[in-house]
């Protein structure tokens, strides 16, 4: 007679089986997910208090140390995680529901809201596709110059696109998918380097670039600015896009064709790519009547937003908010196009209470107090050789985050007060350091928003992405702290 109970258990779910194994495997990394940013926080708030601390500040530390982690793991969304800890802070009594909340007022996250809404135009409208076809069918004959079509898509969208996940997952995701399979390259099997591979780690790389040169390119752009204000900063629309404009344009030059000499398609020649492109353009046909108001509107944004606020005080929101209303009356949006996109309003609830908690370590102490901790591991060295490190450190550990947010809530404040502290000059260390907190994007497949998205499309393996990332990261130090400080000397910021 034989028993099988191990069977029968495996089957039924009660013994160790593989199944079963990973069930009680992915439950408790579930379980972990709340653990570990709960940990982190008591332990935070048990460790003793600095003198120059207030005892809220450090509760508030504390509270946030829980909420960054939990929007890294993700027990809950992203916005639920906020939510937890916004009522933290009032139910322990930490902070008043007046200050709590204050963050739902500030108009650098309103700035984000309204752009989302307008770079739904480009999706609805179809003027998104539309540039991307016209770059591949001017471009397209070989794989290099698709890059650089997908390239210039990426530039043309980014400046009213504060999503670059959208931009990614909406426009250039379907557009390299479309071009790798009519050329035979297949996610998932040996054709995928004939094409796919190298138009999709060219596309994420890009894309960190394109996020760092505007101000709303990246949702946690308006964050660093508000960072840099709290330390008498002021970094505007144009300043910033500026001072991103030549370092930002030779890296666009340049990561395309470092890719394809480091990470090269088997595929040289696409022949077929503009004849596709023509043929998708002639099925849209002439230009609707919703994409020119579309085109009009980003040309009357991008010069609100650089002009505006020179010649008439316009701040970068009410000129956004100028766009969204212009796109309601002439009837390119609706209001439930604006109350569908459960991004904007996600990213409303958690960028809120991030910008509240930042806000609050900066007027109760903590940031002075870490930034003059990280300032003296620094002593001794010259300005130029702190920032340095400082900005190098401040990018690879990146390595240890899933949202470029996330990162620059939990280490932008700190690492800007701890650089203008050695004697670097601020206007430069804010840029910098903004710049870098898009560049970073690309290190890992769990980096960013659009990282995951190309990252599952299955052209590339994760070493490959990983080693492509740390190529791109290293070549844009090079160009952004090299040629980017003597742009930035010619500009007089240090």
Known sequence: ???????????????????????????????????????????????????????????????????????????????AVALIGLTATMITGTLEPGVALGGFSEPTI??????????????????????????????????????????????????????????????????????????????????????????????MQVNTVTSAMFLTAMAANPLVQKFAAAQGVDLTWTRWAIAASVPGLIALLVIPALLYRVYPPQLKDTPEAPRQARAELAELGSMSRHEWIMGGTFVLLLLLWSVGGQMYDLSATT???????????????????????????????????????????????????????????????????????????????????????????????????????????????????????SLYGGLTHYASGPAPVLFGGGYVTLGEWWRTGLIAATANIVIWMGVGAAWFAVLGYW
Not at 51 to 68: H, M, S
Not at 126 to 153: D, K, P
């Open 319 to 437: 000129s956004a908010f100028t766009g969204v209303v212009v796109l309601l009356i002439t009837g390119v949006l609706t209001w439930g196009d604006l109350v569908a996109e459960k991004g904007a309003w996600t990213t409303l609830v958690w960028f809120a209470v991030l910008v509240m908690m930042a806000g609050q370590l900066q007027e109760l102490g903590v940031i002075g107090w870490f930034s003059g901790t990280i300032t003296d591991a620094t002593a001794g060295l010259g300005w130029q050789s702190a920032f340095v490190i400082l900005t190098v450190v401040y990018l690879f550990a990146h390595y240890l985050f899933a949202s470029n947010t996330a990162h620059v809530a939990a280490m932008y404040a700190a690492f800007l007060g701890a650089a203008v502290a050695t004697g670097a000059p601020p206007l430069m260390a804010a840029l910098v350091l903004g710049f870098i907190s």
């Open 1 to 79: 007679m034989r028993f099988h109970f191990l069977d029968t258990a495996s089957e039924t779910g009660a013994g160790p089986g593989p199944a079963n194994l990973k069930i009680r495997g992915d439950a408790l990394w579930a379980a972990m997910k709340w653990v570990i940013p709960i940990a982190a926080g008591t332990i935070v708030f048990l460790i003793p208090r600095p003198d120059e601390v207030k005892p809220a500040g450090w509760a508030v530390l504390a509270i946030f140390t829980a909420t960054v982690l939990g929007l890294i793991l993700q027990p809950l969304p992203l916005a």
């Open 110 to 203: 309103w700035l984000i809201v309204a752009a989302f809404f307008i770079s739904i135009g480009f999706t609805k409208t179809g003027l998104g596709r539309r540039i991307a076809l016209l770059f591949v069918r001017t471009l397209g004959r070989s794989s290099l110059g698709l890059a650089y079509g997908v390239t210039l898509t990426d530039l043309v969208l980014a400046p009213a696109t504060p999503s670059n996940t959208a931009r990614s997952g909406g426009v250039i995701q379907p557009i390299i998918r479309s071009l790798s399979m009519n050329a035979g390259s297949e996610p998932g099997d040996e054709s995928r380097r004939k094409l796919g591979s190298y138009l999709t780690v060219t596309a």
